[in-house]
T-cell receptor, first 115, second 112 residues
Framework: DVKVTQSSRYLVKRTGEKVFLECVQD?????MFWYRQDPGLGLRLIYF???????EKGDIPEGYSVSREKKERFSLILESASTNQTSMYLC??????????????FGEGSRLTVL | QKEVEQDPGPLSVPEGAIVSLNCTYS??????FMWYRQYSRKGPELLMY????GNKEDGRFTAQVDKSSKYISLFIRDSQPSDSATYLC????????????FGAGTRLAVHP
């Protein structure tokens, strides 16, 4: 079974705090993604990484950064949390570049509340 | 206009009903079409995928893609309370890094 583990399921932070969300996979997949999910907006891609130390911006990267120092670990960083970053954050992985189904395997999500 | 439009519902049906969930899209270059199911407080999981046009059936679930109309559907026959979840459509271009574009999700409740 594919395992994508998000270390924190529920977090409450204050405005201006630095927030780290961690994602670890056990499948040796190249591609890792961070999405946020909001009611009525669906899943929106924040950043993705196709290799160690490689990253690309998604559709809504503003206010976020990422780090991928090891293949199995992809971190999402909120440098200075704001209330509009209150959301469900989902990490996902997939293997290979194109030509496959593109199936994403998701973690269980990290629900972040910024007060 | 969003690239992928999906009615958020909620949709409430009695057990045993046939459910139809739909998405429309604007990018005619999309080639891979998927349906994800997401239970409350869980991450989405892949339910069905279809490449290009046509139908695909898996048990009680049928996925249809009509590229000429830019319209995809998921049908659930003999719906069960365990089907109660949010259903997200997703699609992508051929090639690339598997960047999926998601619909907003439709919340379905099947009551006994």
């Amino acid at each position: 079974d594919v395992k994508v583990t998000q270390s924190s399921r529920y977090l409450v932070k204050r405005t201006g705090e630095k927030v780290f969300l961690e994602c670890v996979q056990d499948m040796d997949h190249e591609n890792m993604f961070w999405y946020r999910q909001d009611p009525g907006l669906g899943l929106r891609l924040i950043y993705f990484s196709y290799d160690v130390k490689m990253k690309e911006k998604g559709d809504i990267p503003e206010g976020y950064s990422v780090s991928r120092e090891k293949k199995e670990r992809f971190s999402l960083i909120l440098e200075s949390a704001s209330t509009n970053q209150t959301s469900m954050y989902l990490c996902a992985i997939t293997g290979g570049r194109g030509g496959s189904t593109g199936e994403l395997f998701f973690g269980e999500g990290s629900r972040l509340t910024v007060l | 206009q969003k690239e992928v439009e999906q009615d958020p519902g909620p949709l409430s049906v009695p057990e045993g009903a046939i459910v139809s969930l739909n998405c429309t899209y604007s990018n005619s270059a999309f080639q891979y079409f998927m349906w994800y199911r997401q239970y409350s407080r869980k991450g989405p999981e892949l339910l069905m995928y279809t490449y290009s046009s046509g139908n695909k059936e898996d048990g009680r679930f049928t996925a249809q893609v009509d590229k000429s109309s830019k319209y995809i559907s998921l049908f659930i026959r003999d719906s069960q309370p365990s089907d109660s979840a949010t259903y997200l459509c997703a699609m992508r271009l051929s090639g690339g890094y598997n960047k999926l574009i998601f619909g907003a999700g439709t919340r379905l409740a099947v009551h006994p």
